[in-house]
């Protein structure tokens, strides 16, 4: 099973970005699906999740201006990132709870600059 995240690149602040995670390989079913980050010096972080039925978490930082979505048809899982601050600046990772396994994607970085 591997997970294949792309989306990541330079925006400005207050501009928006979407990021993608595809699953593939042999795949029975999928549970929950997260995006996590990281910045430099900090530790690995929610930012939000997503149940297989739908349910959405987010961190308080993120609210109300990502929003976290998933395909199952795809198996694919997203995150739209509206209003970026530089503090949004990290790696992010994409998880996902595959046949009661955690697997993890490889990161793709997001640096809100101007």
């Known amino acids: 099973v591997q997970l294949q995240a792309s989306g990541g690149g330079l925006v400005q602040p207050g501009g928006s970005l979407g990021l993608s995670c595809a699953a593939s390989?042999?795949?029975?079913?999928?549970?929950?699906m997260g995006w996590y980050r990281q910045a430099p010096g900090k530790q690995r972080e929610l930012v939000a999740d997503?149940?297989?039925?739908?349910?959405?978490n987010y961190a308080d930082s993120v609210k109300g201006r990502f929003t976290i979505s998933r395909d199952n048809a795809k198996n694919t899982l997203y995150l739209q990132m509206n209003s970026l601050k530089p503090e949004d600046t990290a790696v992010y990772y994409c998880?996902?709870?595959?046949?009661?396994?955690?697997?993890w994607g490889q990161g793709t970085l997001v640096t809100v600059s101007s």
């Open positions: 997503i149940t297989s039925l739908g349910r959405t």
């Open positions: 998880n996902a709870f595959i046949d009661l396994r955690h697997h």
């Open positions: 390989g042999s795949i029975f079913s999928i549970n929950a």
